[in-house]
């Protein structure tokens, strides 16, 4: 049992160190500057569920859920099922390491690379008012607070057919460590079934002058009878530092397809930039990660794909550039992430033949070791 508790301790480690390692390669052109951002990244690129070895495979970046079910299925190696266990989590990882962390497969199940920024609704039944359960609803958790806000609010009436008890109105307001903005009425929109949405627009004129914080969203409710109840969202307002403007010609450099991003930088720093990539049939490609210094003498920041990826898709385009997402890193202490834009929500990329692309495989020396290793502890004699 000891043995058990001593190797599963030093698998955990191990995964760990993984992390560390693997986030700081997503920028395949200059290893030495990823040191400084690679505790950052760690946020978007890796799961909360690190505790368990066994899930490794579903960890290690958002795409590579897809990997555990393509990957052929693994033979028994021992009647021990620690050692199966392990076995497996080489393998896994050892299929998931054929791409590189900067252009990995997507999926249609990848939740958390097709939505950057995103809000999570909670629905909640009012305190004074159980039989109403009433959530808001935003665009995103990020904001860029140059454009309106539209604020929906979701009732959903769960009384029985005698109750006559529902919102009537309200209004919505920004809470902020300032102070509150001005509030906006709330308006129903449409009504379906036992559910009725109610919607207000908080002005760009009302967010201009908002600190680059987290604020919360608040929502007073007017009750049939009379009563009033509130709820409330946080999210994230920012001004952005720096805009993706347009694509350059996208062309073949060996085993990567390189795409130029040409952006308006307002201010100069190290910036990770995300997107996803699609056919142009929606099927989706590859999630990237890049990040690059950028300043206004140097606002081409280059996005790669290598070839690995496309032909597990068997994709040679013309392709799709959407679901952007970009970010300035802290410079220092008590820096917080800064965020930027995009001109547009999707760019067209062109289209090259998989023929184009050299044979060569994604390796590296680092992540060798790392399979060997686990290769090694999946041997050893429990």
Do not use: C
Request: proline share 7%; glycine share 4%.
């Amino acid at each position: 049992m000891n043995k058990y508790i001593v190797l599963i301790s030093i698998a955990v480690f191990f995964v760990a160190l993984i992390y560390v390692s693997e986030v700081s390669d997503i920028k395949p052109d200059d290893i030495t500057e990823q040191a400084s951002i690679s505790s950052i990244t760690l946020d978007a690129t890796i799961s909360h569920n690190a505790a368990a070895v066994v899930s490794l495979e579903a960890d290690r970046t958002p795409s590579d859920t897809v990997h555990q079910n393509a990957r052929p299925e693994i033979a028994k190696i021992s009647d021990n099922p620690m050692q199966n266990q392990l076995a497996d989590v080489a393998e896994a990882y050892r299929y998931s390491a054929r791409f590189p962390p900067y252009s990995q497969p997507l999926t249609e199940n990848d939740w958390t690379a097709l939505n950057p920024r995103a809000f999570s609704p909670s629905e909640k039944p009012l305190s004074n008012a159980p039989s109403l359960k009433v959530s808001i609803e935003l665009p995103q958790y990020v904001l860029d607070r140059s454009h309106d806000l539209p604020v929906k609010v979701v009732v959903a009436n769960e009384g029985d057919s005698t109750s006559t008890l529902r919102v009537t109105g309200g209004q919505v307001a920004i809470r902020h460590s300032a102070g509150r903005g001005s509030p906006m009425p709330l308006e129903s929109t449409t009504l379906q079934g036992n559910v009725e949405t109610f919607l207000a627009m908080i002005p760009a004129s009302e967010l201009a002058s908002l600190p680059d914080t987290e604020v919360t969203v608040t929502a007073q409710l007017k009750l049939s009878d009379g009563e009033s109840s509130v709820v409330t969202a946080v999210a994230r307002l920012y001004e952005s530092v720096a805009n993706l403007n347009y694509l350059g010609s996208a062309y073949v450099d060996g085993a990567h397809l390189v795409i130029p991003a040409h952006f308006d930088v307002t201010q100069s720093g190290y910036y990770r930039v995300q997107a996803n990539l699609f056919s142009e049939t929606g099927v989706p490609v590859s999630h990237l990660n890049a990040a690059f210094m950028l300043s206004g003498d140097n606002a081409v920041g280059l996005m790669k794909v290598h070839a690995v990826t496309l032909r597990e898709k068997d994709i040679a385009g013309p392709y799709v550039f959407r679901d952007i997402n970009v970010m300035r890193m802290p410079s220092g202490p008590g820096e917080q992430t800064q965020y930027g834009s995009a001109s547009a929500t999707s760019y067209p990329v062109a289209a090259f033949p998989l023929t184009m692309y050299n044979d060569e495989a994604y390796e590296d020396p680092a992540t060798q070791q790392r399979i060997k290793f686990l290769e090694a502890l999946s041997g050893a004699e429990l």
